[in-house]
Structures are given as structure tokens and as C-alpha cells.
């Protein structure tokens, strides 16, 4: 069995830039699966990284303008 690194809530907040609202958030919709051990929240230090992965805006190639090709309609 291999270890595998494991953040608290304020390193995973820290990892994602983003609130802890807004992580409580994530993982009452399942985009983010924690790991529970006793009362502990931890989580997975790949699974962060495939959820950021997963978010990534794709280009649209029907856009226009200046941020033509960054994922969003200009």
C-alpha cells in the first residue's frame, strides 16, 4: 500500500485558490469527494488536481474578439 499525500480543508483551499465556502460548496454538489478519517475532512492530493483538469474552460471556436479561443463568447 502506498501513501499518498493528503490536504487539510485550509490546504486544499489553498491548492484550488478558492474560499472554504466555496469548497464545502463543491463537495456538497460531488465535483469534490473528501476522505474521512474520524472527524477529519482530508482530501486527495490527485483528486484536486484532476478536478482543476476537469475545469478547464476548452477554446470555443466559434468566438470572436479578444478572448476569442479562451473558452468563453467575447
Do not use: N
Request: aromatic content about 6%; charged content about 25%.
Amino acid at each position: 500500500m502506498t501513501s499518498l499525500p493528503l490536504l487539510t480543508v485550509r490546504d486544499a483551499c489553498r491548492h484550488l485558490a478558492i474560499s472554504r465556502a466555496t469548497l464545502y460548496r463543491l463537495m456538497s454538489e460531488g465535483r469534490i469527494r473528501p476522505v474521512k478519517i474520524g472527524a477529519s475532512v482530508r482530501f486527495k492530493a490527485d483528486d484536486l488536481t484532476r478536478f482543476i483538469e476537469a475545469s478547464q474552460a476548452t477554446p470555443d471556436p466559434d468566438a470572436t474578439g479578444p478572448r476569442a479561443g479562451l473558452g468563453w463568447a467575447a
